[in-house]
């Protein structure tokens, strides 16, 4: 099985992370279209700095490292350890003096190749503001901090309900226009923070454009979102098997929270996610 090929800037190498060699990597040349050496590193991901010297190699199963190999020299330069799950992507910045990993376990680690430490966006440093003109949130922030997620949950529909000013469970073009910034950011940051950023307006956002979900194809798009979510899975599949307790593991990224006990929930949630920052 192939995880994953990367491209040298040059274009004369290929990094073939595959499950062909058990534990190792390929090196391909292009000009001569065959092996040029093997990588003693069982790789999901990869990616070759700019200048064409250095390749991360990310790792699943029992690893869970970014291993900085030089090309010329076939040699290991250094392992970055800190994920708790394998690695998905890797990326180099421009200058190649940045690395950036992102993992299973939900978490973004920016790292210097050859430094052994790295520098991860921590949600839960945010300080969020817990009262607005509209709401106090210290309730929500009480159920996240608690991991009681699915009443998190409904407190969050309680809350946009009332602070835009829904009629019942519907809610009109000019109340998900008019929803107060302040609000939305908070609930939000609070998602965001409690989940380790798993969770929250803003991962939704992503998700759905990434989909690509905009203004004028709510609808059409709707159904895919919800698939990529998993609001379409039964809650059992959340509960582990041995003891049925709900493990949030289980949840995929941006589940929570939810729309599903609000009418019109595709229209409402498209122009909600396109139409506001949640910065």
Known sequence: MINSLCFSPN?????????????????WSLIDKKPLYILPTYSTSA???????????????????????DLNKQCLLNEL???????????????????????????????????????????????????????????????????????????????????GKADEYSFKLSDIYNFPHEDLCIINQLWQKYSNGRFGFLVQK????????????????YDAFCEHLGWKMPASSFYDETDYSFNVRNVPEGYFPTMENWQGAGEFLGRFLVHHDHQ
């Open 47 to 69: 990616a070759i700095s700019p200048d064409g010297q250095t390749v991360a190699l990310g790792t699943g199963g029992a690893d869970k490292i970014v291993a900085i190999y």
């Open 81 to 163: 350890e800190g994920h708790s799950h394998g690695i998905n992507d890797l990326t180099f910045s421009s200058d190649g003096s940045t690395l950036i990993s992102g993992s299973g376990d939900g978490e973004i680690r920016i790292w210097q190749p050859l430094a052994k430490s790295s520098t991860q966006p921590n949600p839960k440093s945010q300080t969020v503001n817990l009262k607005t003109a509209e709401m106090d949130y210290t309730k929500l922030m009480n159920l996240l901090a608690a991991g009681e997620w699915w009443r998190a949950d409904e407190e969050t529909t309680r809350i946009v309900r009332i602070v």
């Open 206 to 221: 992503r998700i759905y454009q990434s989909l690509g979900g905009n203004r004028q194809n709510i609808n059409d798009i």
């Open 11 to 27: 274009g004369k190498i290929l990094i073939n992370s595959s499950g062909y060699t058990k534990g190792q990597t390929e090196v």
